[in-house]
């Protein structure tokens, strides 16, 4: 297992274009994270998914932001109509939690540019 | 709400110190307490999970306490070498069922030869 895998790396769209980034998480891990990171800032909890299931999102996401974990593997975050204020790091993180934590592993993250 | 500070925001030290990382958390009831390493524009690399039982861990030249009376967490960094300038960020979180964590904003380091 190479750990928690992000695609893409990089991207710069247009603002009021559609994207779309994918997580693929450990493969024994069970619960999903995508977290967004600013300049000089430590990351900032978005979402996360036990199994499919999305459990919680954080007020930050509003209605442009969608998550997906179909079945229970990889996970895909789109953001509709971006803005200038979306230009972030979008990490997402995986753990396996079965009574205790394994912690959390991160990937390598997505750079979003919105121009 | 859980708050995490992290102190100082940046540091420059010469090759050889040992360094002292703090971390300081409003909520004491934290379930754990993780670590991690970021190098610019990279992702996050974890390197030491505190459960709230513990009481410290270690990891080569790394060595993490946490005093969950105080609010406190600790990185040790043993003889400082050029290779671990980086971002490093400290996260907690909290018990009760919750399942995410709350970053401080992390400390710049520079370790110059």
């Known amino acids: 297992d190479t750990g928690v895998s992000q695609n893409p790396r990089h991207k710069i769209t247009k603002r009021g274009q559609n994207v779309t980034f994918r997580c693929d998480p450990i493969?024994?891990?069970?619960?999903l994270y995508w977290y967004r990171q600013t300049l000089g800032q430590g990351p900032e909890f978005l979402t996360y998914?036990?199994?499919?299931?999305?459990?919680?999102k954080s007020r930050l996401l509003s209605d442009r932001f969608s998550a997906e974990r179909p079945k229970g593997s990889f996970s895909t975050l789109e953001i509709q109509r971006t803005e200038q204020g979306d230009s972030a790091m979008y990490l997402c993180?995986?753990?396996?939690?079965?009574?205790?934590?394994?912690?959390?592993?991160f990937g390598s993250g997505t750079r979003l540019t919105v121009v | 709400k859980q708050e995490v500070t992290q102190i100082p925001a940046a540091l420059s030290v010469p090759e050889g110190e040992n360094l002292v990382l703090n971390c300081s958390f409003t909520?004491?009831?934290?379930?754990?307490l993780q670590w991690f390493r970021q190098d610019p524009g990279k992702g996050l690399t974890s390197l030491l999970l505190i459960q709230s039982s513990q009481r410290e861990q270690t990891s080569g030249r790394l060595n993490a306490s946490l005093d969950k009376s105080s609010g406190r967490s600790t990185l040790y960094i043993a003889a400082s070498q050029p290779g671990d300038s980086a971002t490093y960020l400290c996260?907690?979180?909290?018990?009760?069922?919750?399942?995410?964590?709350?970053f401080g904003a992390g400390t710049r380091l520079a370790v110059h030869p």
């Open positions: 493969s024994e891990h069970n619960r």
């Open positions: 998914f036990q199994n499919e299931a999305q459990l919680e």
């Open positions: 909520d004491s009831a934290i379930y754990n």
């Open positions: 993180a995986s753990s396996l939690e079965t009574g205790s934590s394994s912690g959390y592993t």
């Open positions: 996260a907690a979180r909290l018990s009760g069922g919750y399942n995410k964590l709350i």
